[in-house]
């Protein structure tokens, strides 16, 4: 033992520092630098950074917004993907944790005996085996993938909600237009039949249905009207805006057919789900878990320096210390329960998302049935069903007029025309909403084709073309 040499502690605790950095190797070192920088190559690149740019001014909502201006909205403003998108850069922060060694121990220890006293200054670090921090690290890696995975699916369910609710709230300014034209057809009638009872070409029983009419039709226009708030409050959610923000009619509302295939569209739900890229992350987080409980029947190191002195009534003399240890993996049992339990849990991802597929494909098959029975119907109302009710009532009210039909008649052909023209809107809101249902399951925007917008309202007080061409 040399005497007493200046600075020895601080030298041998940087040194104990500086062989645990070594032990780490370069993944450590790696990890660290791409902490430092979240943009350098390598397994943290894709990382989101602690602090996002500001963004750029929304879209404002006037009259003249589109779908698009709506989606930006919301994928800046919705709060359910702002804590999806905070759990994904939470998880972002688990590999570097997992990658880096236990923290190192200082200890200090005094013996004292009657005519002398010991001081030792000890700094121990813990060394997993080999392989086990990289695995560690590698798991968490996989799981804050799945998690990105996770956001991404949630993007895609928010864009189906904005969808969803912005064709519904398109829907009802239809229907208020169609209702108000057909109360404002069932008011003329009104009024003719009124002039007719009085000049005696008509019963008062017309009158009275004629007086019916008109006020089912009025209540059905101001329950569609009030509904107006309620629908644009749904939409204003999920933008994250007050319930009662005013909201203008949607302009248009494009039909957009579905051109891919089913097995093509299998095919894209298979390449693009997040839920399913998500699971297969979570298949590979556990496939290392079972790496890594395999290793614990290996032992762990242990490394360590320090510094003593030791005091007598006639002096002192000091010196240095070095130690190796290794725990003891003896209980075998423990560590075969944990390999079971990790490929356990294996296996029971693996059957999730195995499931998971299954009723993905399912759920896709149903949507594409609706998208095509939706595409199917505006083709039946748009061509057939409508011409024909327009036709049927212009006949029948000419009928009416020469006293060849009832106004009974005209009644139940002005009720069938109305309901053509709702469930063609009906029809061509629910395209468009099971359309970006099917874009939320397969995991992507789906090609689109050209197509004509179909035009928004004006407002609830179009004239029906008939009431016009008779005044």
């Not at 290996?298 to 002192?316: I, N």
Request: charged share 30%; glycine share 6%.
């Amino acid at each position: 033992m040399g005497r007493n040499v200046a600075g020895r502690p601080v030298l041998i605790v940087g040194s104990i520092l500086v062989l645990a950095a070594g032990c780490a190797g370069p993944a450590e070192r790696e990890a660290r630098e791409a902490i430092a920088d979240p943009g350098a190559p390598g397994p943290y690149a894709s990382r989101p950074a602690a602090e996002a740019p500001d963004p750029a001014p929304l879209p404002v909502l006037g009259e003249d917004a589109t779908l698009e201006d709506y989606l930006a909205n919301a994928a800046m403003n919705n709060p359910r993907l702002s804590a999806a998108l905070a759990e994904w850069r939470a998880a972002g922060e688990l590999a570097p944790q997992a990658r880096t060694l236990p923290d190192p121990v200082l200890s200090y220890q005094l013996e004292a005996m009657q005519d002398r006293q010991q001081h030792q200054v000890v700094v121990t670090q813990a060394l997993p085996w080999f392989g086990k921090l990289d695995l560690r690290a590698e798991a968490a890696e996989a799981e804050a993938e799945a998690a990105r995975q996770r956001y991404e699916a949630e993007k895609l369910a928010v864009v189906r909600e904005v969808r969803d609710a912005y064709d519904e709230y398109y829907y009802l300014s239809r229907a208020i237009v169609v209702v108000g034209e057909n109360r404002d057809l069932v008011k003329y009638l009104e009024e003719v039949v009124r002039a007719r009872y009085a000049a005696s070409a008509a019963g008062h029983p017309d009158v009275i249905r004629a007086q019916v009419e008109l006020g089912k039709l009025d209540d059905e226009l101001r329950t569609r009207v009030d509904s107006r708030s309620a629908a644009a409050a749904r939409l204003n959610a999920v933008l994250n805006r007050p319930a009662e923000a005013p909201l203008p009619w949607p302009r248009a509302l494009a039909e957009e057919p579905v051109e891919a295939s089913d097995g093509r569209l299998l095919e894209i739900l298979r390449e693009s789900n997040p839920e399913l890229k998500a699971l297969d992350s979570q298949v590979a987080r556990e496939e290392r878990m079972i790496r890594l409980a395999e290793k614990d029947y290996y032992p762990d190191l242990m490394l360590g320096a320090g510094y003593m002195r030791e005091q007598m009534s006639g002096g002192g003399e000091d010196g240095v210390m070095a130690m190796v240890g290794a725990t003891l993996p003896i209980w075998r049992a423990k560590y075969a329960a944990g390999v079971r339990e990790a490929e356990w849990r294996h296996d029971a991802a693996v059957r999730r998302r195995a499931d998971r597929e299954n009723t993905l494909g399912a759920e896709v098959k149903m949507v594409l049935y609706r998208v095509r029975d939706a595409a199917r119907k505006i083709n039946l109302y748009r061509d057939t069903l409508l011409p024909k009710a327009r036709e049927a009532l212009k006949a029948t009210e000419a009928s009416f007029r020469v006293g060849q039909a009832t106004f009974t008649d005209l009644v139940d052909a002005q009720r069938i025309f109305l309901e053509f023209q709702l469930a063609g809107e009906r029809a061509l809101a629910d395209h468009a909403q099971r359309r970006a249902e099917l874009e939320m399951l397969v995991g992507r925007a789906l090609p689109r084709a050209a197509a004509e917008p179909v035009a928004g309202p004006e407002g609830p007080q179009t004239r029906n073309e008939n009431q016009e061409g008779e005044k």
